[in-house]
């Protein structure tokens, strides 16, 4: 591999206007095309054959005016008078109004007397003619007084002391996306107005969600810090510009991509920041390692061509593989065959693929553009870190090289210490109650759950299907019997029939909880109702579901939770025969994939403490998302092995070159800590600016990624990974002869190129066959 990216690097760096006009060209191209075929992204958190989703399929089958949970244009607006006041009270009706005929006015609400406009009218009048119709028709149907009354009370627009109401409708649109800002601002528009005139007034609901991916001011401030810090790596403005400008180049390739894959697939609003928040990173990152190396090779040779080849027969080498990680990472989450987790995942890696192109290829024809002002604009005097020189990064390895056990030890206690509050990782999936307090979609949530109790925010919803049932006649009096079942579980607030079908052949019965949807109890409820459904379908006959959105995004959230150890397994097997092919031993690998495992048990454990605990006061305690961790994962373990790639590489090409093996450790130091620290420091920039976001998933992620590639570049890579190379010795290079034989010999390393101050690599391998090529510069220690 290195004699191919050699011969690539210095093509690029010769023709250089092909390679920048081919790009340029593919920028505007898809660009255009993107633009042209986009459409809304949208969250749908929903998977295949998990039970609610099969509830749902049969309440559509019995109901098929019933629509997908997730795409349901609701809005709903929560009112309240001031403390010690009525909504029937003169002055605030009057507020309630003109606050109905504001909403009235909103494009896109539905035309007056449909069902979507049923209850917007003011909760008072609401709750009363509700209230008559409810006991008028127990009355025939012989339903206890009381019961009635508890029925009426459970669907309530307005709470028991009259303050505080809702009003709900659904938006005349085809799709929840079709919902346009101006309409969303419009309702805003007549909240403030009824704050005006006295009233609390909050909205939330699927209609009232944005679809705009977020993003913009987090991606500058990311590079403003990665461009200080490659000033410092590098001492010049010119230099530290390369790599944000192939890296910025890159994130707009590959942002336009996943714009344009709305076209074909439904994405999340997430996707698109995910996409840039990697591509940026790691575009950045390996186009440092590549220039790095450039400017490191042309203290060997006059001949900027040679050294950009050489530059990519080494350090691009490792960007291959470093990438490959990072893309199987992602890929592989399609494994787990989570719809909305699979894009998520493909899209990010295709954005990484583009930054692997972008770096090998881009990279070296600017430099070849540049020419001799690739390092001006000096802004410091430059520090050699070549030859025998003793720099920071040796000074650090010697020092754990005193007492390599001791440092092992005192790692692994810290990164297990970190990832002890993990056992109380507590998921769930975003909604209005887990929002921002600053949010109106939570102030909605939180008004509702004082004025009706927070299960009134998480239904269930139970089908019953009574086609089995033989005597028509008797199906009422089945149904029945399924509420009393219902109403008799644990966590249960109230249950009722909301609904028949025309023929009477199926029934929807609502289900309020005492807890809230996040609660563990409503958790505990749901699987209640399903571990005991078979009786009660023996005793009617009759076959019950539990659908809604609860129970679905419960399931999504055990379906992810099962997945975990199912994708790490995968993962780190992948991961794990890539590194051997790539450092030719099986100990290297090995103590990677643990550094590993340990790095990402102390992120999630960090990421527990800060968001679901609220340790530091900086975010409120709230659960963690669902697919947060599994996408931590997925995404740590590929920077994390890009930095063991690019640090241990150094050390191999050390050794295979004839130095012992604690010499290959203090030169891998001696030429990689530098850049593996300014490259971590990045991405902690870049990741870390995502927490200034609104989003709590944005924020918790960015967070998680800045906090793993911490504690992995720092304390594994740059302390725990020495100290056990210190102990294993030549042990660490060891690799079985028959799998040395099976492995292939991608050469990393650029043994074939000879080291620096050899012949010429375009020399050595100009027209000669790869047997005369080995003969000619030997493959080097391989024991």
């Known amino acids: ?70 795409d349901q244009a609701t809005a709903t607006v929560v009112v309240a008078a001031p403390e010690g006041q009525k909504l029937s009270d003169p002055t605030n009706a009057a507020a309630v109004d003109a606050l109905i005929a504001d909403l009235r006015a909103v494009p896109q609400m539905p035309a007056e007397g449909t069902p979507g406009v049923a209850q917007l009218v003011s909760p008072v009048a609401a709750a009363a003619g509700q209230r008559e119709q409810m006991l008028a028709a127990a009355a025939k149907q012989g339903t206890p007084a009381a019961q009635a009354e508890a029925n009426a009370a459970a669907l309530s627009p307005l709470s028991a002391d ?131 190396r450039y400017r490191s090779e042309l203290r060997h040779t006059d001949d900027r061509a040679e050294a950009a080849g050489r530059a990519l027969g080494t350090a691009g080498s490792a960007v291959v593989f470093a990438g490959l990680t990072v893309i199987i990472a992602l890929s592989a989450l399609s494994l787990v065959q989570i719809p ?37 604009g000096r802004a410091r005097k430059e520090k050699s870190d070549e030859g025998e020189v003793v720099n920071n990064g040796v000074r650090w390895a010697r020092l754990i090289g005193r007492a390599p056990a001791v440092v092992a030890v005192l790692a692994i206690v810290v990164l297990g210490a970190l990832a002890i509050p993990m056992k109380d990782m507590h998921l769930a999936l975003p909604s209005d109650s887990t929002s921002p307090v600053e949010t109106t979609q939570r102030k909605a949530a ?100 539990v659908t809604g959105l609860t129970a679905i995004q419960t399931d999504v959230s055990e379906k992810l939770q099962s997945a975990l150890l199912p994708y790490l397994a995968v993962v780190v097997g992948l991961a794990f025969v890539l590194l051997m092919i790539v450092f030719r031993s099986i100990l290297v690998p090995l103590t990677a994939t643990l550094g590993f495992l340990l790095s990402v048990l102390a992120t999630l454990g960090a990421t527990v403490l800060v968001f679901q605990e609220g340790v530091g006061g900086f975010f409120d305690g709230a659960p963690l998302m669902s697919f947060m961790p599994i996408l931590v994962i997925g995404i740590v373990f590929g920077l994390a092995m890009d930095y063991q790639v690019f640090l241990v590489t150094r050390m191999r090409e050390a050794f295979v070159h004839g130095d012992s093996a604690r010499d290959a450790v203090l030169d891998g130091f001696r030429h990689g800590a530098r850049v593996v620290a300014a490259a971590a420091a990045i991405m902690i920039s870049v990741f870390a600016a995502f927490m ?28 725990l990974i020495p100290a056990l190379m210190y102990l294993m010795g030549d042990k660490a290079w060891w690799l079985p002869r028959w799998l040395d034989r099976i492995l292939p010999d991608v050469d990393v390393e650029g043994e074939k190129l000879g080291r620096p101050g050899q012949t010429p690599a375009s020399e050595t391998f100009g027209g000669i066959d790869e047997p005369a090529e080995r003969e000619l510069v030997g493959a080097g220690r391989t024991d």
Do not use: C, H
Not at 38 to 47: L, R, V, Y
């Open 1 to 70: 591999m290195a004699t191919y990216l050699y011969r690539l690097g210095r093509t690029a760096y010769r023709r250089w206007p092909y390679f920048i006009a081919a790009w340029l060209v593919a920028l505007v191209a898809i660009g255009g095309v993107a633009t042209t075929i986009s459409k809304p992204m949208i969250d749908k958190f929903s998977i295949p054959g998990i039970p609610s989703e099969q509830a749902q399929q049969l309440q559509q089958e019995l109901f098929p005016q019933t629509g997908d949970a997730f």
């Open 446 to 545: 939180d008004l509702m759950t004082e004025a009706f109790g927070a299960g009134r925010q998480g239904p269930l919803v139970l089908v019953v299907d009574g086609r089995e049932v033989s005597d028509p006649a008797a199906r009422p009096a089945a149904y029945g019997e399924v509420v009393q079942w219902a109403a008799g579980q644990g966590d249960v607030a109230n249950a009722q029939i909301v609904g028949m079908n025309e023929n009477g052949t199926g029934a929807q019965i609502l289900i309020t909880p005492q807890s809230g949807p996040d609660d563990e109890a409503t958790l505990t409820l749901l699987e209640d109702l399903r571990s005991t459904s078979a009786d009660i379908e023996a005793r009617t006959g009759t076959t019950v579901g």
């Open 692 to 719: 200034l976001q609104d989003e709590p998933l944005i924020q918790s992620i960015g967070f998680a990624l800045a906090a793993a590639v911490f504690f992995d570049a720092v304390i594994v890579r740059m302390t």
């Open 340 to 376: 909305f987790l699979t894009t998520m995942g493909l899209a990010a890696a295709v954005t990484v693929f583009i930054a692997v192109l972008i770096a090998l290829t881009l990279t070296p024809a600017i430099l070849g553009l540049l020419k001799g002002k690739a390092f001006a």
């Open 162 to 292: 009259g303050r505080i109401g809702t009003m709900s409708w659904t938006f005349d649109v085809a799709t929840i996306t079709d919902v346009e800002p101006a309409t969303q601002d419009a309702v805003l528009a007549a909240l403030d107005t009824a704050r005006e005139k006295g009233l609390t007034a909050e909205v939330n609901g699927a209609g009232m969600q944005s679809f705009a991916p977020p993003g913009g001011t987090s991606e500058l401030i990311g590079i403003a810090i990665a461009a200080l810090v490659l000033i410092l790596t590098f001492g010049s403005l010119v230099a530290a510009g390369l790599p944000l400008i192939t890296a910025v180049i890159g994130v707009g390739i590959g942002s336009l991509l996943v714009v344009g894959a709305t076209a074909f697939w439904d994405l999340g609003t997430m996707t698109p920041t995910l996409a840039t928040m990697l591509g940026l990173a790691v575009g950045i990152d390996y186009a440092l390692f590549i220039l790095s």
